[in-house]
């Protein structure tokens, strides 16, 4: 975001005015909450409204799902429609019913936005939602103003730019804050005219700005101008501009800190309009609004305010409020006035006079006014309410839309009073209950809905869980139930009874209830499926097991043969029914571990594990194939880590042989590398190791990463045609790691190598080497080895932010390189030790780049030299000739990038290996 700096003055004016706008917004009758990004939209926090608005208490709601409260019709048509408007827009509005601890429904309008962290992410979601029943009910009711303060914050480095002390100001240098404030990368301002971004009606403001500034020798004052985006807007610049000087006295460049003061220019314009906008929310509000000293004398009440009482402000100034109120609501009135001034904000109902004498039911919120946190009086804000009264009192008997609602849903709802008398039953209620309508209402029917439990005993006349409900006033969920028909036919249900409140006293329940018999009968079916499976898996694995037998006859036997054979083709063809023996019965073992894990019969068996002798076993069993493929296979265990863990050693090892069989595999430049460390952990209880294989080899295709840990899937028909195999490999290692505690997954992208990491997570107490300040989030797995195998580097870099650059890069991909910072140093370094590779600044102090490498060369001439790639700012052809004249091997342009850093590595990387004898 944005830096915003407003003068003294304007903060404080500022300041005040939003006090009294945050005085009144802050306790608007609209609950505002926070919710989770998860699918049951978590509450996170709330406002105390939600014990008016939904007679919960912010702690019953807090985690629990904010979309469990809308009303089963609502439900799916509300969450699709938030959702996709977050996703597309970060903004949601939408009118729902929604559910009250009562069990009855209130009409909700709820505004939706995501909030972000520092950088961008979405982290929660903020939810304003108001009651709005009575809008639904009464459609004269004046609508409720939704009042938001929104916080914004934009932080961001200053534009810092250096020109040319010329007419068109050059650009000489952009820094990296001209992508995020103006659009543009550094480099496509470089040698662009300075004031060709700077809005056509500013250019002779700046251009005098820059000859007043000429001979100033204290800090200039800034000029504000557009500054033109690389999307064609302009942003508003405060810029301070100083020129420097060559040591005859001319001018050499000039230096320019620029700052983006839109949001400031905008803020001192809602600062302007503050006032009018606290004067507009106070006036002109359609809601009565006064305020009261502390002793409840009428200070000052808006236009509303007259309009519903009939009395002007000068008829109540210095008043007191006791003979607007009702005298029956006087004493009400006062209680809460007194707990307002002690700084409690109220909510309460009441009646008050007309200045022509008739009654005026209201409803109240008295919030206490601050001035540097003491109470200095008491705001009151006024709705009438007196036509929703009217029309909530009618509302009590069943309406036309009450009845609608109750038709159309699939559940059986009715209600009962406090003796158990039906009062109200939808048509579904009554269709499964087997009753007429008529025939319910006002009849006791409680004992014979419900007489025996689910296991077939009967349930005591009188002693019900319906009635026990009804009886003590507490809402009763139950799962199964058996409910009875009219014609004395049961089935198995669901119910909830919930009590009605009416004015604070409890007049009766409403019971809903669900016939759940075809749920159970899917139920029923889906376990026979499950034991129909766990048939075919214990099949598989007899068979297998069967298969593996007259198997390992064969392989005996002609391993046997071999010493029987006399001739060079006897012996080949003994060594191809030898191989296909050998993939068979490597198919038949994959479908054996895996019909056994399908089974739930393969079992662990655990015993100390040395990490060091793991890994060396499974990097010897891969040696000649690595060597045949002229690659490296490395590994790299973290200190931290003990030197023995309790697990299955051969369940490990075939999960390691099988990653890095296939890291080898599909491999066919670079390396593998295997390697463990101790992954940060919070819970001291446990720790988690991860064993991790990664290769620079083909990468899978994020579209296709999906299918890696399916039984018997392969990524695309020419892979599988190329190298074969079942597609269990990796499924297995799946469920083995599952089996273990564990988890594994996979990172990769098409040509950029793969890793696959498996964690496991081990009781603390057996390994009391590791102490807990080290598995604290703070601990930093150890840097891995080096992908692109051993090398010995040196960088020879004079900029301190160049420096950090490339150490960081190589340092990223497991290289801890040597530093010098000018070309004599270089030379004596690589005289004093060998390099495999040094990347060489070209312009150093004391000694350039050029004539380091040239001697570097004279030094080497009967010994092996380090390979140099030069580090220059200039990549014109002329530079790079000479670059190569003076011994240099290869080049990388400024800005330094990571993908060319690492494409050298993998380049002289490949070389050395396959050149090493030469330069030994």
Known sequence: MSEVTISTEEYERLLSNEKHYHNIINYSNDLISRHRIDKGSTYISMSNVAYEMMGYLPEELKGTSGFSYIHPDDVEQVIEHINMSLIISHYATAAYRILRKDGSYFWAESVCRYVYDEYGKEIEVLAVTRDITERKLIEEQLQQNEWQMRLITNHTSDFISRHKASDNLEYLYASPACKTLLGYEPEEMLGKDGLSYVHEEDVEKVRDYLISVQQVQVDPEAVIFRFRRKDGTYMWSETTCRYTYTDQGEFEYVVAVSRDITERREQEKRMRESESRYKSLFEHNPIGINALSMDGTYLSMNKSMEELLGYTNEDLRNKPFEPVAHPDDLAKTNYHFELAKKGETQTYEIRTFHKDGHIIEVHVTNVPIYVENEVVGVYGIINDITERNHYLAKIKNLSNQQELILNSVSEGIFGVDLEGNTTFINPAGSAMLGYDVDAMMNEYHLKQIEQSEPDGSPSLAGDTPILRSLSDGQPLYREEAVLWRQDNSSFLASYRVTPIIDNGERVGAVIVFQDRTEE???????????????????????????????????????????????????????????????????????????????????ELEYSEVSIQHLLDQVTDIFAMPVQEKKLFINTHIDPRLPSYLIGDEDRLRQVLINLVGNAVKFTDNGGVLISAHLKPQNNAQSIVIEFSVQDTGHGIPEDQQAKLFQPFSQIGTATNRRYGGTGLGLSICKKIIELMGGSIRVESNSNRGATFAFTLTLNAADYPEITAAEQLLHATPSVPSSLYGPLRILVAEDNATNQKVLLTILSKRGYQADLVENGAAAVEATNRKSYDLVFMDVNMPIMDGLEATRRIRQQHRHKPAPIIVAVTAFARKEEQLLCMESGMQDFVSKPLRITDIEAQLEKWSEYIRNHANDRK
């Open 520 to 602: 159970n009968e899917v139920i029923r079916a889906r376990e026979v499926a499950e034991q129909a499976d766990r048939a075919k898996s214990e099949f598989l694995a007899i068979i297998s097991h069967e298969l593996r037998t007259p198997m390992n006859g064969m392989i005996g036997m002609i391993e046997l043969l071999f010493d029987t054979l006399e001739t060079q083709e006897q012996r080949e063809y003994a060594e191809i029914i030898m191989d296909s023996n050998n993939a068979l019965l490597k198919i038949l073992n994959e479908l054996l571990d895996f019909s056994k894990i399908e089974a739930g019969r393969m």
